[in-house]
């Protein structure tokens, strides 16, 4: 089964990024490395800070030898519902 990272939509996170009663997997994830436990609770990072940051300086992979060939950010953000550029109107 595929735990998705609430923070950039990567779905291969070994773990569920926090189980039912809310406690952090302290996984750092692969892709946009957020670590659950550490991030948020230590430095205040909310997973919307943290994603816009992360996509600003360029959506770089944490582990980068983990990152599929066929990567497509935009799908990837699609699974969480997020939009990247920001739609301007
Ligand atoms: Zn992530």
Same mark, same amino acid.
């Given at each position: 089964?595929?735990? %998705?990272?609430? %923070?950039? $939509?990567?779905?291969?996170?070994?773990?569920?990024?926090?189980?039912?009663? $809310?406690? +952090? !997997?302290?996984? =750092?994830?692969?892709?946009?490395?957020?670590?659950? $436990?550490?991030?948020?609770? !230590?430095?205040?990072?909310?997973?919307?800070?943290?994603?816009?940051?992360?996509?600003?300086?360029?959506?770089?992979?944490?582990?980068?030898?983990?990152? +599929?060939?066929?990567?497509?950010?935009?799908?990837?953000?699609?699974? =969480? $519902?997020? %939009?990247? +550029?920001?739609?301007?109107?």
């Amino acid at each position: 089964m595929a735990h %998705v990272c609430p %923070v950039c $939509g990567y779905d291969g996170l070994q773990e569920t990024a926090y189980d039912k009663d $809310g406690n +952090p !997997s302290y996984e =750092i994830c692969a892709c946009c490395g957020f670590e659950f $436990g550490f991030d948020d609770e !230590s430095e205040g990072a909310s997973h919307k800070e943290y994603r816009q940051k992360w996509l600003e300086d360029g959506a770089n992979w944490f582990s980068h030898d983990r990152k +599929p060939d066929s990567w497509n950010l935009q799908e990837q953000l699609r699974r =969480i $519902g997020a %939009v990247w +550029p920001p739609e301007s109107n």
